[in-house]
């Protein structure tokens, strides 16, 4: 399982360029219900599902090599670093990759309509 935590999605804010896109775009609908197009927002879910698309590649770095996710009952959690648990991890940004990159790179794939069906070079080669 992977996780990008609090310091990775917190810090890099997507969507603030949704006006841009084509208004059949589902994406730009999703954002508009939900924190309001062009306000952008943090971006832990997306984060995770681009390292999923792309891998580590130049972008991503595992943080850690052992530990797990403990969810409190109040919603929060934390890192445990337990060396007998090596099956879960979190990313970070390679060095050289910075917030606003990431950020453009999802903006990027925010633009794209689903009929478009091809990802631009630049996206998959962040």
Not at 30 to 59: E, F, I, K, N
């Amino acid at each position: 399982m992977i996780f990008s935590g609090a310091s990775l999605g917190g810090n890099i804010t997507s969507g603030s360029r949704l006006s841009d896109s084509p208004a059949a775009s589902p994406v730009r609908a999703a954002y508009r219900w939900s924190v309001g197009c062009d306000t952008g927002g943090g971006s832990w879910d997306q984060v995770t599902m681009l390292y999923a698309v792309t891998g580590l590649g130049d972008t991503f770095r595992f943080g850690n090599w052992y530990g797990y996710n403990r969810v409190h009952r109040d919603g929060s959690n934390s890192w445990v670093l337990d060396p007998k648990v090596r099956n879960q991890k979190w990313i970070e940004l390679t060095n050289g990759v910075s917030n606003a990159t990431v950020a453009a790179i999802l903006d990027e794939l925010y633009s794209i309509l689903p009929s478009a069906r091809r990802v631009p070079v630049s996206v998959a080669k962040p």
